[in-house]
């Protein structure tokens, strides 16, 4: 495979693997890496649809707190599919102790977005990333009073690992509130179990299908796979075949399409 890649064009290996994982719809946050593929060149890469993502940080970083407001008030009508934060990056969910440079621009992000009346979901990074992130800062539990404060407002838990349980208790008991297992899965060893453990709690029609797949191709396709074949397992389990198909496409498809008007 290896030998392969280094032969190929880059954009038609990218291109091969992005259209073997059967992706419909792409929803993009490009705010990172500076400088690589935007959302609409992925799109194009992988013949399907696509939509970006909005990083509040980037917003800060690009254009300051003051235009917050705006760029947030405006991100429906101008084509973005949600917001997302990365504040587990930046001290932790907990709000009450993270910087006010953290703290502030989210929180008018999140007002400015409820204040249209038609809120934007908002995707927050929990779980596992990379090493400059303190994990247990990263529990999605901190944000309880981000949910129920912006009660409108859904929320999105992005990735979850090792606090999936976590993440389908929340699913569980508010219903603004819709997780996934990108990075998770294709990441972990035993894909099924933590699919198991997002369904402990979890109805099905909260949890949604994503790769977090970035700079790596593989796991476009990777991920795609691994999801199917932990879905067959874990369903056909705990369901008749049916309903076990009928749950697939929730999860895989529909609940995204219902969430981000797809």
């Excluded at 291109?15 to 609409?40: C, K, N, Q, R």
């Excluded at 101008?78 to 934060?85: H, V």
């Excluded at 929730?250 to 219902?258: D, G, M, P, S, Y």
């Amino acid at each position: 495979m290896y030998e392969r890649r280094l032969a190929s064009d880059p954009a038609e290996y990218a291109a091969s693997l992005l259209h073997a994982g059967g992706i419909e719809w792409l929803l993009v946050d490009d705010g990172y890496p500076l400088g690589g593929t935007s959302w609409d060149e992925l799109g194009e890469l992988a013949g399907c649809r696509s939509k970006p993502v909005m990083r509040i940080e980037r917003v800060v970083e690009e254009f300051g707190q003051a235009a917050v407001t705006g760029e947030v008030g405006s991100a429906r009508e101008r084509g973005f599919a949600a917001l997302k934060t990365i504040a587990a990056y930046r001290g932790g969910l907990d709000l009450d102790v993270v910087s006010p440079e953290v703290r502030a621009p989210l929180v008018e992000a999140l007002e400015a977005n409820e204040a249209t009346g038609d809120p934007l979901p908002v995707q927050v990074h929990c779980g596992f990333g990379d090493s400059d992130l303190h994990l247990p800062r990263a529990d999605p539990g901190w944000l309880k009073p981000l949910v129920e404060r912006f009660e409108e407002t859904p929320f999105v838990l992005l990735h979850c690992y090792p606090f999936v349980r976590e993440a389908g208790w929340l699913a569980h008991v508010y219903g603004n509130v819709w997780f996934d297992l990108s990075l998770t899965i294709p990441h972990v060893s035993r894909p099924a179990e933590a699919l198991r453990e997002a369904l402990e709690l979890a109805p099905v029609s909260k949890l949604l299908y994503a790769s977090d797949a970035a700079r790596t191709p593989e796991l476009y396709l990777l991920a795609a796979a691994w999801w199917r074949d932990a879905l067959a397992e874990v369903l056909s389990e705990a369901l008749p075949a049916a309903g076990a198909d009928a749950a697939a496409r929730l999860i895989l498809r529909e609940n995204a399409f219902a969430l981000y008007r797809l």
